[in-house]
């Protein structure tokens, strides 16, 4: 028994986990607003459910969207140069080389074109590990079969 408080201590350690390094979660609560980057000509289907996914995050950390529109690619490079806090209305296959450079949280809508299957994902920025947390319990608790 003689290192029966090490287990106390590692505890003790994780009170803030996950984190955000870069501390999105905290700015947006701060400020009261965060940015999303839209896709533009995304099908109305996906933007609808989106739209309910990002309500229930403003209603969680109290802070209003304000959304940039533009095309998928340049949009994910300023979220990944946190110019932005999330991506909808984007589709991704398995193989999207995006899944290594951003966090692809939970599909909330699954598409079939032929032999193709995509999926529509709000992005955040890789490592914010709270922020994404937050993003991906409203996904689950909005689309519950995800």
């Not at 590692?10 to 609560?29: N, Q």
């Not at 990002?54 to 998928?72: Q, S």
């Not at 699954?110 to 920025?125: N, Y």
């Amino acid at each position: 028994m003689k290192f029966a408080w090490l287990p106390l201590l590692l505890l003790a350690g994780c009170g803030d986990i996950p984190r955000d390094p870069g501390g999105t979660l905290e700015t947006i609560r701060a400020s009261r607003a965060f940015r999303i980057g839209a896709v533009a000509g995304a099908e109305r289907g996906d933007m609808a459910v989106a739209d309910r996914i990002l309500t229930r995050i403003a209603a969680r950390t109290g802070a209003a969207p304000k959304v940039v529109v533009g095309t998928l690619e340049p949009l994910l490079l300023q979220l990944e140069a946190g110019q932005l806090d999330l991506v909808v209305g984007g589709r991704f296959d398995a193989k999207s080389p995006w899944a290594k450079r951003v966090a692809l949280g939970l599909p909330y809508r699954r598409h079939e074109e032929g032999k193709a299957v995509t999926a529509s994902h709000i992005v955040a920025r890789n490592g914010e590990n709270a922020w994404i947390t937050l993003v991906e319990r409203e996904t689950r608790a909005e689309v519950p079969d995800r």
